[in-house]
């Protein structure tokens, strides 16, 4: 039996008029080829650009480090300048108008009195004395980066006044300036502390997820025992058992070293399990067939494979490392003067009677927490970046 004609005139939606092209269906536009054909690092970039409080954060923290390579310039003091007259005097502010209408930046130089009943210095602003700013100009001395001597400043006093935008501290010394000059030394503290926690870490950890076996619990029963101590007492142990005939330099490189040396222990815990996973693979076994050695294969195989999560990690251990230093000093255990940190400056607001009366001692944990914030959003915005599941 015949089956009944088609009937053509129900076809022609399904009938294209368009010449066929094979290969139309492999070709891309410019931004779907760029966007595919994109490479690891190039797309984590997008995504970080999407997170705004983390690229203000960058920014931040770029300006902050920016800052450190030009400390003494930034100074209206030197670091030591003492101004006896000028005791715990309070911040001054910067003023534009005064009672005889524009005048530029400027500030009311000061009158104090000392309270006989409380011992306090006792400071009121004359408005009388209008003190103008003066801006790239020449103030104290100083040795630039310790090695050249120079004198000048961004910003100085008037002849023969004063410029404390953050007041000054019990023996005189602008705090604004020494803020500035512990931004180098505690900013940098981190940044050494995290490259020998991040290469510990590495080693140690890639060693373990390689080979696993005895040697992976060998080194995770350490890693245990180390976790186990308070971390703390443990630096304040190892701190306290620097010689104290050390010079300041190497007190620095002492407590650098023992933030170091306590703080790789989390990241060789996400490297050893990174590498669990990924020494299975089959990129990995291809490798072994053709005569790799193992540190080519960690180095050029397996690492990479994740070498953004690392980067977002250690950039959230970064904090810690600030936030251990500025501990340390602030007990008298980190550095030590001469040396200058946000920790040392905070060591002279211990005693709460003088924070009540010198508020502005407490300005140095100002910057302490902005740096911290900024890492930890900064770190959050690259760890986003870095999810391939995002």
């Known amino acids: 039996m015949s089956a009944d004609p088609i009937d053509t005139r129900r076809l022609d939606h399904y009938v ?12 891309m536009s410019p931004e779907q080829e760029r966007y595919f054909m994109a ?10 650009k999407r997170h705004r409080l983390a690229v203000i954060s960058a920014g931040v923290l770029g300006f902050m480090y920016l800052t450190i390579l030009v400390s003494e310039f930034l100074s209206p003091y030197a670091l030591d300048s003492r101004h006896i007259h000028h005791i715990y005097a309070p911040p001054q502010g ?67 006044g004063t410029l404390f935008l953050l007041g000054t501290d019990r023996l005189g010394r602008d705090m604004l300036s020494r803020i500035l000059h512990g931004t180098r030394i505690s900013l940098t503290v981190g940044l050494i ?9 590495i080693v140690v950890g890639g060693i373990a997820g390689y080979y696993g076996g005895w040697i992976d619990n060998v080194i995770q029963r350490f890693i245990e025992v180390l976790r186990s101590f308070p971390e703390l007492p443990l630096w304040m142990a190892l701190s306290a058992a620097l010689p104290v005939t050390w010079s300041p330099i190497l007190i620095y490189f002492g407590i650098t070293l023992i933030l170091g040396l306590l703080d790789w222990t989390g990241l060789a815990r996400a490297v050893r399990s990174k590498l669990l996973a ?27 494979s994740f070498m953004s999560h690392l980067i977002a990690s250690a950039t959230l251990s970064i904090p810690g490392m600030i936030l251990g230093e500025t501990a340390l000093s602030f007990l008298g255990l980190g550095l030590r003067p001469p040396i200058t940190s ?36 900064l770190g959050d915005g690259l760890r986003d970046a870095a999810d391939p599941y995002r």
């Open 193 to 201: 502390g995290i490259t020998i926690s991040f290469i510990l870490g």
């Open 342 to 377: 946000w920790g040392v400056l905070l060591n002279e607001a211990q005693n709460i009677n003088v924070v009540a009366l010198y508020p502005w001692l407490m300005l140095p944990v100002v910057p302490v927490i902005l740096v911290v914030l900024a890492f930890n959003f």
């Open 16 to 27: 294209s008029t368009a010449p066929f092209d094979p290969y139309s269906v492999e070709q």
């Open 39 to 48: 490479s690891q690092w190039r797309m984590m970039w997008w995504k970080l």
């Open 278 to 304: 990924l020494r299975e693979e089959d990129f990995c076994t291809a490798a072994q067939l053709m005569g790799a050695s193992p540190r080519r294969i960690i180095g050029r195989h397996l690492l990479p």
């Open 94 to 160: 910067i003023h534009l108008f005064s009672d005889e209408g524009f005048v530029g930046p400027f500030v009311y130089g000061y009158d104090y009195e000392l309270n006989m009943d409380t011992l306090q210095r006792v400071y009121t602003v004359d408005k009388t004395d209008i003190q103008p700013i003066r801006f790239f100009c020449r103030g104290d001395d100083y040795d630039f980066w310790g090695l050249f001597p120079a004198n000048l400043h961004l910003a100085c006093p008037s002849e023969g």
